[in-house]
């Protein structure tokens, strides 16, 4: 999840178990736990510059429940050591603490990138995928309650508001996974029309909403991608197909590289030719054609073989306006419905008559 929101609900979390007369400096303190697991960047980039292994070691030991309880401990530990507040009521700020930090984890697991929460267990990371990674309707709770908080400090109302704007944030993950679910129901009806009843498969919210999903499913020779609007649609949903270089991808799945991106993002990844280089995105982070993390990581030989190369991240422009623009017109609208057409690169769209994407 974005840095602001971990921050509001480390705040939120730890001003409402600290005692009142600490409850500014619960905020603080709450707000620094609530942002401490993604300063791995920090460490993690003086280490590398591969980029692979930047994006696949974040949120790993920096968010896993089997570390940061202990991290929490040492942290009061060394305060409650100091004297001062945390040794004036130690197990609330025992709990405080600890709820500030393990809860950053818990809510980034609910987003798509994934989050390696057993941490040195040999376990794919945790992608619950029901929330975007910026997401206001789940922030402001949280936002109301800190800035009440701060400036009510130890009257009557603050509890009260703090346990609400908690209630409601939870409340607000909880209907992201009934969405999700009814979202999955739709999708699995239509994929298995498709005989795609048992391929690999993810849902996850378009942009700043829970009314928007995307779906993808694996095919032999790629993927479709279809979206479901919970406001909009009715019928069928709809999928368009896209290819994907499989030959190449299987050629260099030995790669270092390529087997840590799989594990990572449990496969789900569009290889492409580009100037001579096998690119890959990840599926999962962005629409078709435009993804958020792509890697350069094989260069093709002359007898037509791969040779791995040191990947490198690329990206290229997009139009985040136009897409946005498009994204919320589509939340309220249904497509109308078509038979067959084609994308620009000539890669042939299937919608069923009578659907709804």
């Known amino acids: 999840m974005d840095s602001f929101t971990q921050i509001v609900l480390g705040a939120a979390a730890a001003a409402a178990i600290a005692p009142p007369q600490h409850r500014r400096a619960a905020l603080l303190a709450g707000a620094a736990l609530g942002t401490l697991p993604d300063l791995d960047v920090l460490p993690i980039n003086l280490i590398t510059d591969d980029p692979v292994a930047r994006m696949t070691w974040h949120r790993s030991w920096s968010h896993s429940l089997l570390v940061l309880p202990f991290v929490a401990w040492a942290l009061w530990a060394w305060f409650r050591s100091r004297g001062g507040r945390v040794a004036q009521s130690p197990t609330r700020w025992f709990w405080a603490m600890q709820g500030a930090l393990l809860t950053h984890p818990l809510l980034d697991a609910f987003t798509v990138y994934g989050t390696q929460l057993l941490w040195p ?7 619950w995928s029901s929330v975007f990674i910026i997401d206001p309707l789940y922030t402001v709770w949280l936002l109301l309650a800190c800035v009440v908080a701060w400036f009510a400090r130890e009257r009557r109302i603050v509890q009260p508001a703090l346990v609400a704007g908690l209630a409601l944030s ?46 993808v499913a694996m ?23 896209h290819a994907s270089d499989v030959p190449a991808m ?6 270092p590289a390529v087997q840590r991106l799989q594990w990572f993002n449990r496969g789900f990844m569009k290889a492409q030719v580009r100037e001579g280089e096998l690119v890959l995105s990840d ?10 993390f792509r890697f350069a990581v094989a260069r093709k030989d002359a007898d037509g073989s791969w040779t791995q190369i040191p990947p490198r ?32 690169d000539g890669v042939t769209i299937e919608r069923s008559p009578g659907s709804g994407n």
């Open 121 to 127: 267990l040999p376990t794919q990371p945790v992608m």
């Open 170 to 215: 939870s409340l607000y993950l909880g209907l992201s996974l009934v969405a999700k679910h009814q979202v999955e129901r739709a999708a699995e009806q239509a994929l298995a029309s498709r005989d795609l009843a048992t391929a690999p498969r993810f849902s996850g919210p378009m942009p700043f909403n829970i009314l928007l999903w995307r779906v």
């Open 283 to 292: 599926l999962r982070m962005g629409a078709e054609p435009d993804y958020s």
């Open 313 to 344: 991240q690329l990206q290229w422009p997009w139009e985040a306006g136009r897409r946005l623009r498009t994204m919320w017109e589509r939340i309220w609208h249904e497509p109308a419905d078509g038979t067959a057409a084609a994308d620009a």
């Open 219 to 241: 095919t032999p020779d790629g993927f479709v991608e279809g979206e479901r609007s919970l406001a909009a649609d009715s019928g069928p949903m709809q999928f368009r197909r």
């Open 250 to 255: 299987e050629q260099v799945r030995d790669f």
